[in-house]
């Protein structure tokens, strides 16, 4: 065996051993030609990666532009939201009505939303039947919560006729919250 064949102990520990140093040997061994071409082709990845992460940036950044004035009425619908159920906090409740007058006050408030009801005292529960259509219904089923505290404790309907209005039966309670 000849010298040069074999690595002798002492070569093996002058090389250097990060990863770093490695690749500066490596590089430095390359011709020049080669090292020419490695710089220009980690500038040109170095170069292509920048680009898409700008061209992100920018497309993250018009998106958000285009979406902060919606996210802005939101928040202000919210504010206002939140000031409302604060007003409506403060305000007391009012009053129970009367349970003699409860049925013409309960028919009176069906007229105005066009809803047709005959009302009839039960005990302490209001029976009440009639027709109307589902959006006028259920306007007037919140307009006698709100009002007059009563809530519906059992609501049957059927189904709408030609002239798009449904039977119902109900049965208040009164005082519900």
């Known amino acids: 065996m ?4 074999t690595s002798s102990p002492a070569s093996s520990r002058s090389s250097p051993r ?3 140093a490695r690749l500066r040997t490596w590089y430095g061994a390359r011709a020049p030609r080669e090292r020419r071409l490695l710089v220009l082709a980690a500038a040109v990845v170095l170069g292509g990666t920048l680009i898409a992460a700008a061209e992100r940036l920018v497309n993250a950044h018009e998106r958000l532009t285009l979406s902060l004035p919606a996210a802005r009425l939101a928040y202000l619908g919210m504010e206002q939201d939140s000031l409302g159920l604060a007003a409506l906090r403060e305000r007391p409740a009012p009053p129970a009505p009367p ?36 959006p006028d219904l259920v306007n007037w089923l919140s307009a006698l919560h709100a009002e007059q505290r009563l809530r519906p404790t059992r609501l049957e309907s059927q189904p709408a006729g030609r002239d798009g209005r449904a039977r119902f039966d109900a049965l208040f309670e009164v005082g519900g919250t």
């Open 99 to 134: 349970l003699a007058a409860l049925p013409d006050s309960i028919r009176a408030a069906a007229r105005a939303h066009a809803v047709d009801a005959e009302a009839r005292l039960s005990g302490d529960q209001v029976e009440v039947s009639g027709s109307a259509t589902l």
């Open 2 to 5: 000849s010298a040069s064949s």
């Open 18 to 20: 990060s990863p770093a």
